[in-house]
């Protein structure tokens, strides 16, 4: 069991000229640097369409062993009013070649609308939808919701029977869930200020150690908003994926290696 912290993507302008990525780097081997100094990369591209093979399989090639990638699902699987009716989406989003990704391939993260309520049956329905294997590889789901109207023990038990990932969101736009429903945790970070070289102020910064290091080692730490029996979320040690997402976007390779370096 391994925490990660990680960062969304590699090709940003706000990390070039120094401030991440030394000057002069070719954008070519922007992964390969950002890959060695943080231990996973959340990949927005394949929310928007799908990838070719040979990028996975370039991806995989440019990264160090132990390195992991964590995809966005479509959002025409999504961002769609019934969620039960994206079993094509997901078939044409696993069909791309993301197995050539191999023992990189970490969780995929489907992030709903911040204005999709909640509705049992249609969740349930798209959780059956997600598969445990593709073409003989695991993959591990997760989900992040927004809507206030998730923060029930409905959706809590809904998740936790289908092993998927409730998504810790630190986002001003989604309801907090920090209920754990599967044997690995997803962080996404989202509140760096650009006034803090690290993004996050340490006392931030040892906070989140913190929350990452409870739910590496299985506990339910007592201050945070369960929607389900806190009791439940106990006892579920697993991997755990710490994304510095948005802020201060150009202040994430930062926190994200701070955060790294706390949790040694």
Known sequence: MVI?????????DGWRGGVFYPEGLAQRRELEHAS??????????????????????????????GFVFALKGSRFVTNRKQLAEGGEGIRNFLDQGLVELGDKLGPICWQLASTKRFDAEDIGAFFALLPATQDGLPLRHAVEVGHESF???EFVDLARQAGVAIVWSEDPDRVPIADR?????????????????????????????????????????????YRGD?????????????????????????????LAKLLK
């Open 4 to 12: 990660r912290t990680g960062i969304g993507g590699w090709s940003y």
């Open 36 to 65: 060695t100094h943080v231990g996973a990369i959340e990949i927005n591209a394949t929310f928007y369409g799908r990838q070719k093979p040979e990028s996975f399989r370039k991806w995989r090639a440019e990264t160090p062993d």
């Open 151 to 153: 923060a029930c023990a």
């Open 181 to 225: 429903t599967a044997d690995f945790a997803y962080l996404r970070m989202q509140k760096m200020a650009s006034d803090c070289p690290t993004g996050y102020s340490a006392t931030e910064l040892t906070r989140i150690a913190n929350l990452c290091r409870a739910w590496h080692a299985g506990e339910a730490p007592a201050d945070l908003p």
């Open 230 to 258: 806190p009791a439940e979320s106990a006892g579920r040690p697993g991997d755990v994926f710490a994304f510095l997402i948005n802020g201060a976007k150009e202040r994430a390779p930062a926190a994200a290696m701070a």
